[in-house]
């Protein structure tokens, strides 16, 4: 086959030749949260070596803004997701982001 047999075959709009993205959201996800997951429990373990009670509150504000920014990055992702005609991820990013803001809401309300 020459090359330019093969630039052809690249250029054709058949589908067999399109390379096409899977939407596999469980693994879409599973990478984000693991990697803020891991970075949290590194956190957590950290300050409880130490073993004192202001890195400890340290430790727990820090993980709450983590938390917001995972929060946003997920909003935004997923506004850039749906942009990108990618529906299933973007819809899995906020189902993560509703649980999250629920989870939060009952905390909150059963403190008062």
């Known amino acids: 086959m020459e090359i330019n047999e093969l630039f052809n075959l690249i250029d054709s709009n058949d589908p067999v030749n399109k390379l096409v993205e899977e939407e596999n959201v469980f693994k879409h996800l599973t990478k984000r949260l693991g990697i ?5 429990a ?4 950290g300050a409880a070596i130490i073993d004192d009670d ?17 929060l946003l990055f997920l909003l935004i992702e997923s506004f850039t997701l749906f942009s990108k005609k990618k529906k299933q991820l973007g819809k899995g990013n906020l189902i993560v982001i509703a649980i999250a803001v629920f989870i939060f809401g009952v905390f909150v309300l059963s403190n008062l």
Do not use: E, K, P, R
Request: hydrophobic content about 75%; glycine content about 12%.
């Open 42 to 45: 590194v956190l957590f373990i």
């Open 36 to 40: 803020f997951f891991g970075i949290l």
């Open 54 to 70: 202001y890195v400890m509150l340290g430790a727990a504000i820090v993980s709450a803004g983590l938390t917001v920014i995972l």
